[in-house]
Structure formats: C-alpha cells, structure tokens
C-alpha cells in the first residue's frame, strides 16, 4: 500500500508541493487554517481534514510548512494538534523555517511519543515548489530519511543530510541570510548608479557577466527595475528569518553585523507596507529619497 500523507499548510510553498505528491500518486490527507485552500487540493483528488490531528491520524507521514514558530506550534500541539493523531512508529517532516533550537524540541516531543521527526526546510521558490524542483535541507537520523526518500522525491530535486536534528534549520537560516544580503547590496548598488545618472538595467546587464552574477539576482533584478513586488518570497517572511538567523547568531556567541544592519532596511520597508510584498521590495527603502 502506497505512503498515505498528511499535509498541513497550503500557503505559496505547501499548495504545490502537495499537489506533486497527489500527481505521484500519494494518497493525501490535507488541512488548512483557512479552508478555502484546501479546496484545489480536493479537487484534485486529496482528503480535506477537519484539524491536524485528523490529518495527522489518515497518515503514515505527516508534513507541515507554516508560517513561523508560534505557527508550528499551534498545528503540532494540543488535543487537535498533528502530534495528537500520529501514531507511534509514524513520521513527522516540518518543513517550516523556525529556529533549530525548536526543531530540536519538536523532535523530543515526537520521541517521547514513539514518532520519528525530520527538520527539512526547503529552497527553491514557489517555481521550484511547482516544478517539483525544491532543495531540502534535512537533520536527522540518515536511515528516516532513506524511509521517506520517495516523499521527498515526490517534491525536490536534491536532498541533503547535514546532521542531527536542528541542522537543516541551521543551513536553512544562514541560505536565507545569504539570498537575504545578496538582494539588499543589488538594491543598494542599483540606487548608487540610479543616484550617479546610470540607468540600473546597466549595471544588471554588466553584473550578469561577471562574477557579481548570482541566480537569486537573475529573479530578483527584474522585480526591482519594474517595481513589481508581488510576494514569491514574502518580505514580512524573510524578516522573520533574519530574525531567528540573528537570535541564533546571539546563542552561538557569532557576530552578524552585516544582518544587523541589513535587518534595519527590512524592518523600515516592513513597517511602512501596506499590503503584503516580495522581500525585493527592500528596494523602497532608497526610492524613498
């Protein structure tokens, strides 16, 4: 009998990933806090379940992708919470960027209950999410994650193992910080050229052959140029990454300057938004001048 899986949260990334696992041929179990977005998925051929524990309990391997931490504990805990349903010897995969140090607990709460658990975090893009081209990075145990490979499969390209629980929130948190910095020296070095009277396209044309190159740039330059920030990545979610990547930083005894710095640009553009944004809205920042 095929895996059955249960998937919780259906937002830009989760809507696409459970529908690769439907056209794999996964039986799927979804839930949503809003309900209105389960109903794609239904039409194509998932269970709509009325909480995460009944998600959970339909399934073999449970998966969650929420927002934030407070989101993820709110799914995973109480009477109607994923960990309530899933039975012992059953699997669970938060793909959820949260801190490691909740990852960690998270997985002590799954032991104490006979349940295995997997960090794995995603990149990749709502493109990649669509494609079934999603990079996961993955802590814990190497023989759960050869059980759940053909999940994984179903929905990435790649699978890395980076060690014991926590560690794929770890990598997680320092790629984003990476895309994170990337696109704000874009924004910068593109309002210091517009500044000096050199229209950006240049300087993107110029960067794209050399070693300034980057792919998250190729994606985000044209939204800057057009000013069209339609969230693919939200920006209130990358500020929430920033975020944990810098409590990490205090944890570990690791000084993040640049982050520092670049968060102050992100909690500006942030808090002046009206609606919700792409994080290459940063770029509002300098136009405000």
Known sequence: MSTRVGFIG?????RPMSLNLLKAGFPVTVWNRTRARTEPLAA??????????????????AITIVSDPPALDSVLGGAEGALAGLKRGGLLIDSSTVSPALARRVAA??????????DAPVTGGTWGAEKGELVFMIGGKAEILERARPVFEAMGKRLFHLGENGAGQTVKLAMNLILALEVQALCEALALVAGSGVPGQKLVEVMQASMARAPVLDVKAPLVLEHKFA????LRLMHKDMGLALELGNQTGVSLPAAA????VYNFVLGSAKEDLDYAAIAKYWQRH
Do not use: K, N, W, Y
């Open 231 to 234: 969230p693919s990545f939200p």
């Open 10 to 14: 259906l937002g830009l990334m989760g």
């Open 261 to 264: 710095a670049a968060r102050e």
């Open 44 to 61: 194509a051929g998932a269970t709509v379940a009325a909480s995460p524990r009944e998600a959970a309990e339909r399934s073999d391997v």
């Open 109 to 118: 709460d799954c032991a104490q209950r006979g349940i295995e658990f997997l």
